[in-house]
């Protein structure tokens, strides 16, 4: 186990997630590709969730727990990913779920194209009802290119809507993400918007997979950050317009200014 070769690092930031965190947990154990790392990261969790994580790292060796004072999940993610020593990484939420093909598909497909990020399709489960919806945002085959791989000069007006902008169904390459110093954002929301839009407009190549293969759990009710926005609705704000200075300074807001007015519109 310990001599295992580690492909792709899973970074999780995680707070009191105590009802859903062995669901998720299970389903990654159970993956058919196996070369991977867990780095979970406790955001000052204040229920069971450090017992079950300390549980974890006991029964396998590819999983380590991080701890930090509630800081929310950019930084998390942050210092999970200094940890990281796969080629690949991808972010996931210790409250979704995962098909048991959905490691193997992205980096099979990652490696076919030698991709910097490889994006595939998922579900959303609704909590409350116990029902699986199938939406289109996730992943909008309508729109993208018919070449792979592509990059944001084949579809400039709608690079930023082919997916939602979230990090939990795209595998990134490592170095990609270190070469461009890609971070995610110290707030309470919206810490993945700018991450999301930069990495979509350096990535020189990005491949996708039509199936739906991460459960992506919406939550209704308090203490959710999705019931939040209202409370924080400037940080949305505030990182579209980073997005839109760096790509000033890239010199492509020109180019993809019809992409970044449907990002903002969406958004």
């Not at 300390?54 to 727990?65: A, L, T």
Request: proline share 3%.
């Amino acid at each position: 186990m310990e001599n295992r070769k580690i492909e792709i690092s899973i970074v999780m930031p995680i707070y009191n997630l105590e009802r859903f965190l062995e669901q998720s947990m299970d389903s990654l154990l159970d993956q058919t590709f196996q070369d991977f790392e867990i780095i979970c990261v406790d955001d000052g969790s204040k229920d069971r969730t450090p017992q079950i994580l300390e549980n974890y790292e006991k029964i396998d060796s590819r999983i380590q727990v991080l701890k930090q004072q509630n800081l929310y999940a950019g930084v998390a993610r942050n210092n999970g990913m200094k940890k990281a020593q796969g080629k690949y990484i991808i972010f996931l939420d210790g409250d979704d779920f995962f098909e048991n093909t959905f490691l193997e598909k992205l980096y099979n497909q990652a490696e076919k194209y030698q991709t910097d990020i490889c994006i595939c399709n998922a579900n959303a489960f609704n909590h409350s009802e116990n029902k699986i919806r199938k939406p289109k945002q996730y992943l909008d085959t309508r729109i993208l290119p018919s070449k792979a791989p592509f990059s944001w000069r084949d579809i400039p007006d709608v690079i930023f809507s082919i997916t939602s902008p979230a990090p939990w169904n795209m595998l990134y390459r490592r170095e990609f993400i270190e070469e461009n110093n890609l971070e995610f954002q110290d707030c309470q929301r919206a810490n993945d918007l700018r991450f999301f839009g930069m990495a979509m407009v350096k990535a020189e190549k990005i491949a996708t997979i039509n199936e739906r293969l991460v459960n992506y759990r919406k939550m209704a009710g308090a203490g959710n950050l999705q019931s939040m926005n209202d409370k924080t609705p400037l940080l949305f704000m505030s990182a579209l317009e980073q997005i839109k200075e760096e790509l000033v300074s890239m010199g492509i807001y020109e180019d993809v200014k019809i992409g970044f007015a449907n990002l903002v519109l969406n958004t």
